[in-house]
């Protein structure tokens, strides 16, 4: 659990389908689709700003 005390250390999330990390609230747990989510969302906002300039 090393990756759990350096997430909660620096504040950040952590990528796992681990249903037990999910279950608490110390560290914000991001399970595979919400990562990809994240990603979609990224990659859209990319091509919208490009279309702007």
Same mark, same amino acid.
């Given at each position: 659990?090393?990756? @759990?005390?350096?997430?909660? $250390?620096?504040?950040?999330?952590?990528?796992?389908?681990? $249903?037990?990390? $999910?279950?608490?609230?110390?560290?914000?747990?991001?399970?595979?689709?919400?990562?990809?989510? @994240?990603?979609?969302?990224?990659? @859209?906002? $990319?091509?919208?700003?490009?279309?702007?300039?």
């Amino acid at each position: 659990m090393d990756y @759990f005390a350096l997430a909660l $250390k620096l504040g950040v999330s952590i990528w796992s389908n681990d $249903k037990l990390l $999910k279950g608490q609230e110390a560290v914000e747990v991001l399970n595979t689709m919400e990562v990809m989510g @994240f990603w979609r969302i990224s990659n @859209f906002l $990319k091509c919208e700003c490009l279309y702007l300039i």
